[in-house]
């Protein structure tokens, strides 16, 4: 199978690509070409995952009247190379995986007759994927929200990043690694690789509660946001620049962790119970409708930054270690929600759509 994947702009639309694109290898052994914009962060993370990439010149849709001008002819522009791109590769099928790297690629190859699907990893659909979804072949989604996309062949098959936690060992043998103690209840602390400065104001302060409880703390500040934070740790807490989230995730009994499509997609396979603390800088405040969608299944825990207090957070953390029953009852609202063969269940798509 020969495959064009769209994807770019943040690591929450590059990953999941990239996890795709590693099972397609060793599932189909495929040929695969990624596209993505030039001077962003896909142009060297996938070279450097050992994919071939081609960088497009590329403008989102925000800004004056003058920046959606722009970026109106820049996707027009593509469009054209794109439809050169697909003469050389001759994919069996492209897969947009948001951003607005995808569209023109995605209308290039309808209009060619190439087989066409996206991926929408959050809960509040983006811009491109709306623009795309009537348009495309099949639309995959990870939450029950997205089936209200202009599209009949709806499918929530999950984020590929799922498949990849499934296969993380629960070893709480990894807390020894910091000094911490397997057998005591864990929370895991992190705010994405680059951390929260505002949130890490409450976290500093409630270590100096938390330093006195009964169980132990593993907390990621962030690097850039280390050497600033004022608590250095104690017996229970442990407090590092930066942590493996997936194995720390897996070790511990709670997270507290923003509400990214991948860590979102990532502890519903874990059934791990989590408190989110959604990150408001994002576009559509998406990471706060995929905390919503999982509250509303009882499946996690929502404090806005906006609300997020010293007090709040300790005593809701307090709860959640001191009652045995809600703590694992989130926990499995979590896992009923894990598409944790979201990989497989993707690349059967394909082939069922390459080959109609």
């Known amino acids: 199978m020969r495959v064009i994947i769209a994807t770019g702009g943040s690591g929450g639309h590059i990953y999941p690509a990239l996890a795709l694109a ?25 070279p450097n995952h050992g994919y071939d990439f081609i960088g497009l010149k590329l403008q989102g849709m925000n800004g004056s009247i003058f920046a959606k001008l722009k970026s109106a002819f820049l996707l027009t522009e593509n469009y054209f190379v794109c439809k050169k791109i697909i003469q050389d590769f001759k994919p ?7 951003n607005y790297t995808s569209v023109s690629i995605i209308l290039a190859a309808k209009h060619m007759h190439i087989p066409t699907m996206i991926h929408e990893q959050n809960s509040f659909v983006g811009k491109a994927n709306k623009m795309l979804a009537s348009k495309v072949d099949a639309v995959v989604g990870c939450y029950e929200e997205n089936k209200s996309l202009a599209n009949k062949n709806v499918y929530i098959l999950g984020n590929p990043r ?40 409450v976290l500093a302060k409630a270590c100096e509660i938390w330093q006195t409880k009964d169980y132990q703390i593993l907390l990621a500040t962030g690097k850039k946001h280390f050497e600033q934070f004022p608590y250095k740790g104690s017996k229970n807490i442990k407090v590092l620049p930066y942590i493996d989230g997936l194995k720390a995730m897996a070790a511990s009994d709670v997270a507290i962790i923003r509400a990214g499509a991948t860590t979102a997609s990532e502890i519903c396979v874990l059934g791990l119970c989590t408190i989110m603390i959604p990150s ?32 709040k957070l300790v005593n809701q953390l307090d709860e959640l270690m001191n009652d045995d029953d809600l703590r694992k009852s989130i926990g499995k609202n979590a896992s009923l929600l894990g598409t944790p063969n979201a990989t497989d269940d993707i690349i059967e798509l394909m082939k069922e759509l390459v080959r109609k």
């Open 92 to 98: 069996d099928i492209v897969v947009g995986f948001g």
């Open 22 to 46: 590693d099972a397609l290898k060793e599932k189909v052994d495929a040929k695969i070409l990624f596209l993505g914009s030039k001077g962003r962060m896909e142009e060297t993370e996938i």
């Open 280 to 311: 408001p800088y994002v576009p559509n405040n998406h990471q706060y409708y995929n905390a919503l969608a999982l509250v509303k299944k009882k499946a996690a825990i929502l404090i806005e930054e906006k609300d997020l207090t010293v007090n």
């Open 162 to 201: 799922a498949s990849q936690a499934k296969n993380t060992v629960k070893d709480r043998n990894f807390l020894k690694n910091y000094d911490l103690d397997p057998s005591k209840k864990t929370a895991v602390i992190f705010m994405g690789s680059l951390g929260s400065e505002s949130v890490n104001e």
